[in-house]
């Protein structure tokens, strides 16, 4: 059910408005740019909370081009036309229809946009991962598109995947084979020079859809720098390679990504706190920015070990 959901958000909904827009021959310059803007609208929420790992990453920029063709094709179709056709029967009516649905999207996406946006100091940390194309599935201050930022200490947790040369996260749509996601077994390393306050390492990697609800953040490290601890959660069995009261280096290996605790398909959660009072999950989320951003759904950070 969550799938037919999810494809019909990301692809039937958005080709059918940029159909709309492509076929658009009103009869007058406002109809025309009401229903482009309202596409418009929809388009720009589905471009910034569409988990695009799961169809393909690309699909998102060949529908915005998509719908840029689509405009400049009925844009000249109508060019020429009148700019308001009053005086008719009920003539207002559809120009109101359209302003709604405008404001109703809109409004959608203002408020995903929102989560763009943080008001309290940042920690600068290096990016954890360094072996492909990295996208944030989960990320930003709205609860749009980072389910974490209802919880306070979370606020700003990161949940990062790989994408493959087809811009997915996996061979399948969701495959029970640890391996065929892209992202699991990658190295991970510290995001910052630190110390290391927690290391759990022997917690089983479980088969998709199994998760382990005890034990939430599964093989783990905390790592205390920059005056905010960090964690790394889901972590492969056996790959934590410190130990609590180690000192660490950003840009060290520090494990693998693995698919530990509560989790239903490999990937790397982050998230720093201020504050913790001895328990990372329990202190005051801090905003985390790599190299200046601020990553949000849809981010995407290209690495390359030499
Ligand atoms: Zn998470």
Request: with cysteine; aromatic share 12%.
């Amino acid at each position: 059910m969550q799938y037919i959901l999810q494809f019909t958000t990301l692809l039937l909904l958005p080709l059918y408005f940029i159909a709309s827009v492509w076929k658009a021959g009103e009869r007058d310059i406002l109809s025309w740019s009401l229903k482009c803007l309202v596409a418009g609208a929809f388009l720009a929420y589905v471009a910034a909370t569409g988990r695009w790992d799961l169809l393909s990453y690309y699909a998102r920029c060949a529908f915005g081009l998509l719908y840029l063709a689509a405009l400049l094709r009925s844009g000249l179709r109508v060019r020429s036309r009148p700019l308001v056709i009053t005086g008719e029967r009920g003539w207002w009516y559809s120009y109101a229809l359209h302003a709604v649905l405008l404001v109703i999207f809109g409004g959608f996406f203002s408020w995903a946009a929102r989560g763009w946006f943080y008001s309290e100091a940042p920690v600068s940390l290096q990016f954890p991962l360094a072996s492909g194309w990295y996208y944030v599935g989960h990320g930003g201050n709205s609860p749009v598109i980072n389910y974490h930022n209802v919880y306070d200490s979370q606020r700003y947790a990161l949940d990062v995947v790989e994408l493959n040369s087809l811009g997915t996260r996996a061979g399948s749509f969701y495959p029970k084979e640890l391996s065929r996601y892209e992202i699991f077994g990658d190295a991970i390393v510290s995001p910052c020079d630190g110390r290391v306050e927690a290391a759990v390492n022997d917690l089983p990697d479980h088969i998709p859809p199994a998760t382990d609800r005890e034990r939430v953040a599964g093989n783990h490290i905390v790592i205390a720098c920059n005056g905010v601890k960090v964690l790394i959660a889901h972590m492969q069995r056996g790959s934590v390679q410190v130990t609590a009261g180690d000192a660490v280096k950003a840009g060290q290996l520090v494990g693998r990504v693995g698919n530990s605790g509560n989790t239903t398909e490999p990937h790397l959660h982050l998230h720093a706190v201020r504050g913790g009072s001895g328990t990372v999950l329990k202190g005051k989320g801090v905003p985390m920015v790599f190299d200046g951003v601020f990553p949000v759904r849809n981010t995407t950070f290209k690495h390359r070990n030499p």
